[in-house]
């Protein structure tokens, strides 16, 4: 969420000792992450996304399909500017809780808007279950670029 609402006055707040320091950041490595709130039901998952008692009708205080304008402020897709920090995002393609289809839309739309984005598909892959050597030297190159600035040559890719 950080990565696409920098510097936003009305997300940024007025709690916290340090509101006088900016909150942009270089870049953003998105792990499986939830991006879009409204769509999660619809895009296919193990558990129902919509519910109040589900993680995202608990951070918004009821059932999501009844509160989609919260849920579009809650969610990094709404957000997206071409000011937005770099993001990698590695996303399974069997990821029962949130769908893979979350990955591949954020980062169209990232595209879309050319904010720095890649997507690392890991064929096969669940919800956390640890992708392997492959994606932490993606993780670790994709910061070397955005955070100092050598050149990576990473490409979107999809990962066994």
């Given at each position: 969420?950080?990565?696409?609402?920098?510097?936003?006055?009305i997300?940024?707040g007025?709690?916290?000792?340090?509101?006088?320091?900016?909150t942009?950041?270089?870049?953003?490595?998105?792990?499986?992450?939830?991006?879009?709130?409204?769509?999660?039901?619809?895009?296919?998952?193990?558990m129902?996304?919509?519910?109040?008692?589900?993680?995202e009708?608990?951070?918004l205080?009821?059932?999501?399909?009844?509160?989609k304008?919260?849920?579009k402020?809650?969610?990094?897709?709404?957000?997206?500017?071409?000011?937005?920090?770099?993001?990698?995002?590695?996303?399974?393609?069997?990821?029962?809780?949130?769908?893979?289809?979350?990955?591949?839309?954020?980062?169209?739309?990232?595209?879309?808007?050319?904010?720095?984005?890649?997507?690392?598909?890991?064929?096969?892959?669940g919800?956390?279950?640890?992708?392997?050597?492959?994606?932490?030297?993606?993780?670790l190159?994709?910061?070397?670029?955005?955070?100092?600035?050598?050149?990576?040559?990473?490409?979107?890719?999809?990962?066994?």
């Open positions: 969420m950080l990565g696409t609402t920098q510097d936003d006055e997300l940024d007025k709690l916290g000792g340090h509101r006088d320091q900016s942009k950041v270089k870049a953003v490595i998105n792990f499986f992450g939830p991006v879009d709130l409204v769509m999660m039901n619809a895009q296919g998952s193990t129902d996304h919509d519910g109040p008692q589900s993680p009708g608990k951070l205080g009821g059932t999501v399909s009844e509160l304008d919260a849920a402020s809650a969610s990094p897709f709404y957000h997206v500017t071409k000011d937005d920090a770099a993001f990698l995002t590695v996303h399974g393609t069997q990821d029962p809780l949130v769908p893979y289809a979350q990955g591949v839309a954020f980062d169209r739309k990232l595209d879309e808007f050319k904010v720095p984005s890649l997507l690392i598909t890991v064929d096969g892959g919800h956390g279950r640890g992708f392997g050597e492959s994606v932490d030297q993606a993780v190159a994709f910061l070397k670029e955005h955070g100092f600035g050598k050149e990576s040559g990473l490409k979107n890719a999809t990962i066994q």
